[in-house]
């Protein structure tokens, strides 16, 4: 299903938000920090397992469209 304009607006801030060091990608360091702010309570190996099946075009870096579909996936 489409995101609506607000939706799309919503997860592109989250994803600049949880993108630190603004180099538009989420490395696995900015990802661990956001699970630990949503407190996910993962395990580091969870988390990494989680990552790779984000990065879906497997680069080592979560991009703004894989954000998206994990959010809208979840």
Known sequence: MPLTEDEFEELEESFRYND????????????????KGLEAGVS????????REIDSDNDGSIELDEFIDWWRDA
Do not use: Q, T, V
């Open 20 to 35: 630190e060091n603004s180099d538009g990608k989420i490395e696995f360091k900015e990802f661990l920090n956001m699970l």
């Open 44 to 51: 580091l190996e969870e988390a990494r397992i989680g990552f």
